[in-house]
């Protein structure tokens, strides 16, 4: 049996990771100088956001913003999970008292691995004759993309564990 998640409760329950994923879209578009004509952080329906900005003609400037959600969704997510990793590698996870702080903190970081992978519109922007670590990061994210929400909740585990390991050599280095 398969169970579909409706796209707009995925939106509201990954709002923040959303509105970043829009975010580093806005910001590497100001930052290569391409106007932007339209941004929309958050919306309640399956197209959670978009932003909509002049045509780009340089491969690799269309290709960092298109990518760019993946690189800086994915390394907030990790920002928010080391910690909590890290208390776990220390041995002291059993002396640690939950707080709403640290719910809140690891659902946004949640949040921000599964609106990480980019989207189909966004694969669309990357030129199919790309080559190089872009060539990598979009056969990836489409590999992801293809997945669905799966693929999501793929990439933020592989985040997930990622932080586990770095926490692993912090708390053998330091304890």
Known sequence: M??????FLVSMLTFPGVILHEMAHKFFCDY??????KVAYFRIS??????THEPI???????????APFFINSLICMLFFIPYFLIY??????LWKISRLDVFLIWVGISCGLSAVP???DLKHI???ISGIYFFFRA???GLNDLGFFGSMLWTFMLGCFCYMIAIVIGNIFY
């Open 89 to 94: 590698s220390f041995g002291t996870f059993f």
């Open 46 to 51: 399956s197209k959670a956001g978009h932003v």
């Open 119 to 121: 989207s189909e519109t």
């Open 140 to 142: 990836l994210s489409k």
């Open 32 to 37: 290569y100088n391409i106007t932007v004509f």
């Open 127 to 129: 030129p199919k004759d």
């Open 2 to 7: 398969i169970f579909i998640i409706p796209g």
């Open 57 to 67: 003609y340089d491969k690799d400037k269309e290709t960092t913003v298109a990518l």
